[in-house]
């Protein structure tokens, strides 16, 4: 199994500064197809993982710009630009390149 | 819109088994494999299986083979995931979602394994 290891795993940041998360798989996520099935979610206390970002840099339809992503082959990062209140959550990369899918541990993001 | 919706929270004995539903509306049911995840409380995820609703095939996680079956009733646009010989450490929340990116997610069926 494919194994995706998240650093930091608690992330304080001020408000209005940036963040940024880091994920690394244990094998290259390219898949046959070419395509890299590298995706970051977020879950806020209490409530269903929200998609953020799916292969590597798209963003979902409604999240905000100030969230990206990038990396290729075992290597990836997820920034946010400027923290708000609402992005308090703890944060997961997962990868649907082979099965089973796997996830980080999940990095808590709080802010100071 | 495109929704993904579970059934409600269950409570279990050890031993017994649980099926959780998902209802699929808002796009084209045969088209969008569906997989389901599991959270126990305060814990990171774990990805359980796959289902093609087109055909029925599956994928299920080795950790749960012979434990799990993963169904489709096409007529109403419904998987299914039926786990069996439940312990106290199934108690999770269930969720179901579409693709494997993961793009759509149901609200989570918290199943609860108790004597």
């Known amino acids: 199994d494919i194994v995706m290891t998240q650093t930091p795993l608690s992330s304080p940041v001020t408000l209005g500064q940036p963040a940024s998360i880091s994920c690394t798989s244990s094998?290259?996520?390219?898949?046959?197809?070419?395509?890299?099935?590298l995706s970051w979610l977020q879950q806020r206390p209490g409530q269903p993982p929200r998609p953020l970002i799916y292969?590597?840099?798209n963003r979902f339809s409604g999240v905000p710009d100030r969230f990206s992503g990038s990396g290729a082959g075992t290597d990836f990062t997820l920034k946010i630009s400027r923290v708000e209140a609402e992005d308090v959550g703890v944060y997961y990369c997962s990868q649907g390149t082979q099965f089973p899918s796997t996830f980080g541990q999940g990095t808590k993001l709080e802010i100071k | 819109q495109v929704q993904l919706v579970q059934s409600g929270a269950e409570v279990k004995t050890p031993g017994a088994s649980v099926k959780v539903s998902c209802k699929a509306s808002?796009?084209?049911?045969?088209?969008?494999?569906i997989h389901w995840i599991r959270q126990a409380p305060g814990e990171g995820l774990e990805w359980m299986g796959w289902?093609?609703?087109?055909?029925?095939?599956?994928n299920y996680a080795q950790k749960f083979q012979g434990r799990v079956i993963m169904t489709r009733d096409t007529s109403i646009s419904t998987v299914y995931m039926e786990l069996s010989r439940l312990r106290s450490d199934d108690t999770a929340m269930y969720y179901c979602a579409r693709l494997r990116i993961f793009d759509v997610w149901g609200q989570g069926t918290m199943v609860t394994v108790s004597s």
């Open positions: 289902i093609n609703p087109d055909i029925g095939g599956t």
């Open positions: 808002g796009y084209t049911f045969k088209d969008y494999y």
């Open positions: 094998q290259s996520l390219v898949h046959s197809d070419g395509n890299t099935y």
């Open positions: 292969k590597i840099s």
